[in-house]
Each structure stands twice: as C-alpha cells, then as structure tokens.
C-alpha cells in the first residue's frame, strides 16, 4: 500500500513537471537578475523576476497550474472569457497576491485592484502602468466593437530595467503608437477580434520593440508579420506558440 501510494506521488510529481516543460521559455538579462518569460498560450504568460511570479490573463486551458508557481501579481487585461478565469485566479492567489485588473473584471474578480486607462502601480519591484486597449474598425453584427474603448487594458511593465508591453486584445490605436523605448511587445494577431498582420505591422512600425512577440494568434499565419517586418532592423520579431 505504502509502495503504490509513493508511486501515484512521483507519477504526480513527473506528470506536473512535464506539463511545466511543454511551454517554451526565453531568458533575458536584466539590470540585477534574470527575467524569465514562459509562453503558456493564446493570450496567457508567466513573467518571473526579481523573485516574483507574474500570471497574466491565466486561463485554465492553457496548461496544468499545479505544476506552474503561485502569483505574487495576476494581471487581468479584460473580462471576456479567455482572458478572465475566475477560479483559476483564486487558486493561483496566495494572502500576499496583487490583482490588477480592468473595471470591466470587477464582477468577476473579488478582492481585486481596477485599473482604469492611464492608471500607475508601483509595487517596489515592478510597475504596472495600464493604456487604452480596444477596436475601431472590427465590430459585431450589432455595430459595438469587440472591444470597445474603456473596457480593456494594454499594461506597460517596467521589471528589473526592462520595459515590456502587453498588448492585449486590442487594434493598433493611437494610444499605443505614443508608447517609445519598449523593450518586449506582446501584440494580438487574430481576426476579427484584433489584428491583422498589416495592421500589427503598423502598430510595431510606431512603437519600435526591441523584440516583438505575436500572441493570440489562433489560425493566422505568422510567417507575414516576419515578411512585413523582415527590412526592419530595429525590430526582432519572435514567434512562439501563443495561438
């Protein structure tokens, strides 16, 4: 009895660590330490540094959480489904977790911070500053944009000297085209709910990232946002598995 019960908890403990292995990693140097992203999927990213995990839009279909840290910040970009998990927020919570969040969250969300367009939060080692994410031109049937201006978030993250933006579901608005020096860009590529390459192309062009990351990219095809962006010096587009 003793030696199948050791045995489910090794199979446990392998199984947790191989889902934790599935997503892929890239390392970079910042000014102290290490920042290590992890590319969990579709709009959904772990961000580690200064000894803290960043969770953000976690959502439960995208990986195995037990096998994956506990949040010292959960970021919430909006509130549709895929990007707002509820339960998983509250298993990822420790007492000592900050949730930010859009006010379109609030009903989801509890014991959580808003953050409205254009707010700042400074937790000492990191701050959290939030821009305007939304549609102009794709809309429902209806005419309202899939997301209308006011609703959602691009946050702007300033760890360890880098300055890295999440873009997410938004089109390339004039809001974001301000933003200058970023370092690491996270920008959504999937129609009709947010971008098409040409216009990601366009977002990128304005901003300039050192390094541009599609994500939440379903079916579309990453090789154009490459071709589009290939003559760009500047810029080093990076695809993952972020569909």
């Not at 392998?14 to 390392?27: I, R």
């Not at 140097?29 to 960043?54: C, D, N, P, W, Y």
């Not at 509250?90 to 977790?97: C, E, G, N, P, V």
């Amino acid at each position: 009895m003793k030696l199948c019960i050791l045995l489910i908890s090794m199979l446990t403990v392998l199984s947790g660590s191989f889902a934790a292995s599935t997503h892929e990693v890239d390392v970079f140097s910042g000014e102290g330490g290490e920042i290590r992203i992890t590319f969990i999927g579709h709009g959904t990213l772990m961000i580690q540094g200064a000894g803290k995990v960043i969770h953000i839009d976690p959502w439960s279909q995208m990986s195995d959480y037990t096998a994956l840290p506990k949040a010292d910040l959960i970021l919430v970009t909006h509130e549709h489904r895929d990007h707002l998990d509820a339960p998983l927020i509250k298993k990822l919570r420790t007492a000592d977790t900050v949730v930010l969040h859009s006010d379109s969250c609030s009903d989801g969300i509890e014991d959580g911070k808003v953050m409205n367009n254009y707010d700042a939060h400074d937790l000492g080692w990191v701050k959290v500053e939030a821009f305007p994410a939304y549609n102009i031109k794709h809309k429902r049937e209806t005419g309202v944009p899939f997301h209308p201006r006011g609703r959602g978030n691009a946050y702007l993250l300033t760890l360890l000297g880098k300055r890295i933006l999440v873009g997410g579901d938004t089109e390339n608005v004039p809001e974001l085209k301000e933003l200058k020096n970023i370092d690491i860009a996270f920008f959504p590529m999937n129609l009709p709910y947010t971008m098409n390459p040409e216009m990601m192309a366009d977002l990128a062009l304005a901003v300039k990232p050192r390094i541009l990351y599609p994500y939440h990219f379903g079916e579309t095809d990453t090789s154009r946002i490459t071709e589009l962006l290939k003559g760009e010096k500047a810029i080093e587009v990076r695809i993952r598995k972020m569909k």
